[in-house]
């Protein structure tokens, strides 16, 4: 089993940048494709970026290219998402999320991670 922690969200003003972390529990997490959902008030949850076990293919939401980078460290069991020129529409909580993927790719479906996080909430002020 995984536990996974958030953290680094806040209040930015827009064009600002954040870092968030996602730190993990468990021996296995190099076992796991990782990625970052987020939810806006009054609107679903939806994939921002994904990265695979061994950190090496990324994928993201066109919303996002370009201005967010997704990263992981196995050694230290973390996940980060870096978000530079951020916009309002980027308001949200942001979710980390684990999926134990059968290959070594990057998972988009959110019905396959089985592990989830708490959630941070990011809110970029105009």
């Known amino acids: 089993q995984v536990q996974l922690v958030e953290s680094g969200g806040g209040l930015v003003q827009v064009g600002g940048s954040l870092r968030l972390s996602c730190a993990a529990s468990g021996r296995t997490y190099r076992t796991y494709a990782m990625a970052w959902f987020r939810q806006a008030p009054g609107k679903e949850r939806e994939f921002v970026a994904g990265i695979n076990r061994s950190g090496d293919s990324t994928h993201y939401v066109d919303s996002v290219k370009g201005r967010f980078t997704i990263s992981r460290e196995n050694r230290k069991n973390t996940m980060y998402l870096q978000m530079n020129g951020l916009k309002p529409e980027d308001t949200a909580v942001y979710y980390c999320?684990?999926?134990?993927?059968?290959?070594?790719?990057?998972?988009?479906?959110?019905?396959?991670?089985?592990?989830w996080g708490q959630g941070t909430l990011v809110t970029v002020s105009e």
């Open positions: 999320a684990a999926d134990r993927a059968v290959g070594d790719t990057v998972t988009y479906d959110q019905t396959r991670f089985e592990y």
